[in-house]
């Protein structure tokens, strides 16, 4: 049984104008489905949340050891859950200080949310340290990230490293 070929007018979305297209029955039928298919998958697509990294500059150093750390969300859309978020830095030196920033109202498709942070530190003891960084929001956490950082003994430093 052969399908006899069929012509459509299908209407363009620039213009308003219209092209006449011929397939038979199942080229439209498989044209339809893929055209759903692709429909549905772009409406139903879950927004990506972004990762956090976090590197130090120098990761190894002598005492007393000036580093400079920083945070930064990489992929991911702009969600609002990461905009304006509170960051804490865990030093593992028994120390921790905490960003928080006044940010204007997010307004989804127009707000672009900060993607990185940065914090200087002071280790006056040789040691190893892992630094966490964790970002919040309403005292949710919604990342974490840690780089360890080696302090070697400087001059004047009588730290035994363990």
């Known amino acids: 049984m052969a399908f006899e070929p069929m012509s459509y007018n299908c209407p363009l979305a620039s213009g308003g104008r219209s092209e006449t297209l011929s397939m038979n029955r199942t080229t439209l039928a498989t044209f339809v489905l893929v055209t759903?298919?692709?429909?549905?998958?772009?409406?139903?697509?879950?927004?990506?949340?972004?990762?956090?990294?976090?590197?130090?500059?120098?990761?190894?150093?002598?005492s007393p050891a000036h580093v400079?750390?920083?945070?930064?969300?990489?992929?991911?859309?702009?969600?609002?859950?990461?905009?304006?978020?509170?960051?804490?830095?865990?030093?593992?030196?028994?120390?921790?200080?905490?960003?928080?920033?006044?940010?204007?109202?997010?307004e989804a498709g127009v707000t672009r949310i900060e993607r990185r942070f940065t914090a200087n530190h002071v280790f006056r003891k040789a040691g190893t340290y892992d630094v966490k960084?964790?970002?919040r929001r309403s005292n949710r956490p919604l990342a974490r990230s840690t780089v360890r950082i080696t302090v070697r003994p400087g001059l004047g430093d009588r730290t035994i490293e363990q």
């Open 36 to 62: 759903f298919a692709a429909a549905s998958a772009a409406g139903d697509a879950k927004p990506r949340k972004p990762r956090l990294d976090v590197r130090a500059t120098p990761r190894m150093t002598f």
């Open 68 to 106: 400079l750390l920083t945070a930064e969300l990489t992929g991911g859309d702009d969600l609002e859950d990461y905009h304006c978020p509170e960051i804490e830095w865990d030093w593992d030196d028994g120390g921790k200080s905490v960003h928080e920033a006044d940010c204007t109202p997010f």
């Open 133 to 135: 960084v964790t970002m």
